[in-house]
């Protein structure tokens, strides 16, 4: 069954907000947290919850729950989040958030009485665009990083979380570990699009997650001086940019040398960026994943010795500080594999993207469930999934959700 799921050859609810948050510079989407994209994806969240006959509310932190039936403990809780990376696809976070509604509406056509709260839940900087800390509404939400921490972080304009929370109608004051709306979670399934190659070497429209690799974010300061691009001889530089450009090869170094590692520069920026201009500092983000913690933390003191001894002789200091950190997560076993099983034997999957998931595994039981990816591609414009395998997912929340209702 099928009806009103698809519209334009994709998840009708995906079509909905094909439009929001475009971005015509980088291509895909740029949806980033409290930004007008962002605030229009809340407002058809709401409308879409209101039209299953959902009470949405917006918690202390900024998360917005849609319950199915009245708040209250052990409800069971799908969703994700609405928020992209720069450029980001249109299935990172939106597919997830779908897929839960519409698994809602199915039960609800078929007069399906729920024996436990449900609500569709939708969680605030996911991926950490905007403000440098990935799961920044579920981190808050679960403790997982400190109210003072988070209300300290800036984005790109210098907005402080504090500032940013205020404009969207927060309390400032109230952010931070919410006891309540954590203790309601009886049970916590994402859904959400497959980042790597996994179900296609597997031939598979679904999975069930079985764990997360291990990953942080560290800030790469790379301190030069800044002078005249005519006036100052090659051999009087302490040019930061050059010194960049070769801790840069060293991370790839490091991650290289070590088994399943990945390190990432993604985004640098020059200070203070003019053409003729000796840059007096360069600052990078590494992202760095391994299989274990030990491994990671392994890595990223790799990392670090080899970028000192990239920037030896230049004239530059580099400076590498964690910005933060995601511990290996195991999603529980029992019931990953008692939901495989559900699903009919669907094949258990690990990951090296972090989710929400991951955060609040620690605090309440969690779970995922993986739809395949044909591309292999995410946090690209080119990440996909087709419209079957999307229905799979739907069918498989659907599934999961009625077996412990
Ligand atoms: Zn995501």
């Known amino acids: 069954m099928t009806d009103g799921l698809i519209a334009h050859g994709r998840l009708a609810g995906l079509d909905e907000i ?39 509310e917006t918690d202390r932190n900024g998360n917005l729950w849609a319950w199915w039936g009245a708040p209250g403990p052990d409800a069971v809780v799908t969703g994700s989040h609405l928020d992209s990376v720069p450029g980001g696809g249109a299935f990172d976070g939106p597919l997830g958030v779908v897929s839960a509604l519409d698994a809602v509406a199915r ?26 800390v990935a799961c920044l509404g579920s981190r808050l939400l679960s403790g997982a990083i400190t109210a003072d921490a988070a209300r300290a972080l800036t984005d790109a304009d210098g907005v402080t979380v504090a500032e940013a929370a205020a404009a969207a109608g927060l309390a400032p004051q109230h952010l931070g570990r919410d006891d309540e709306a954590l203790g309601r979670i009886g049970l916590f399934i994402e859904l959400h699009v497959e980042q790597g190659r996994g179900l296609i070497d597997l031939g598979s429209p679904t999975a069930v997650a079985s764990s997360i690799l291990a990953h942080g974010r560290w800030r790469l300061r790379v301190s030069g001086q800044g002078n005249h691009a005519g006036a100052t001889g090659m051999r009087q530089r302490r040019d930061p ?61 790799d990392i670090e ?79 996909f999934a087709e419209a079957d395998d999307c229905v799979a997912g739907v069918e498989a929340l659907e599934t999961l959700l009625r077996s412990v209702l």
Do not use: K
Request: some cysteine; charged content about 20%.
């Open 305 to 383: 010795s080899r970028v000192q001894e990239a920037v030896a002789g230049s004239g530059c200091t580099a400076e590498l500080v964690e910005e933060s950190w995601s511990g290996v997560v195991e999603f529980d076993p029992e019931l990953a594999a008692r939901l495989a099983g559900t699903l009919g034997g669907v094949p258990l999957l690990p990951t090296g993207a972090g989710h929400d998931a991951g955060v609040l595994n620690g605090a309440v039981p969690t779970a995922m469930v993986f739809v395949r990816n044909p591309t292999g591609v995410s946090h690209s414009p080119e990440e």
């Open 18 to 56: 094909t439009g929001v948050g475009v971005d015509p510079a980088r291509g895909g989407y740029s949806r980033h947290v409290w930004t007008p994209a962002e605030f229009e994806l809340r407002e058809w969240f709401t409308a879409r919850g209101a039209r299953l006959g959902l009470d949405v």
């Open 241 to 301: 940019v050059v010194a960049a450009a070769r801790a840069v090869l060293a991370v790839e170094q490091a991650a290289l040398a070590t088994d399943d590692a990945r390190a990432t520069v993604g985004r640098l920026r020059i200070v203070p960026g003019g053409t003729n201009v000796i840059a007096s500092e360069v600052d990078a983000w590494v992202d760095a994943r391994a299989a274990t913690d030990a491994g990671t933390r392994a890595l990223v003191a």
């Open 107 to 132: 039960l609800q056509a078929t007069g399906f009485q729920p024996s436990r709260p449900v609500a569709v839940v939708v969680f605030a900087e996911e991926e950490g665009s905007r403000f440098g």
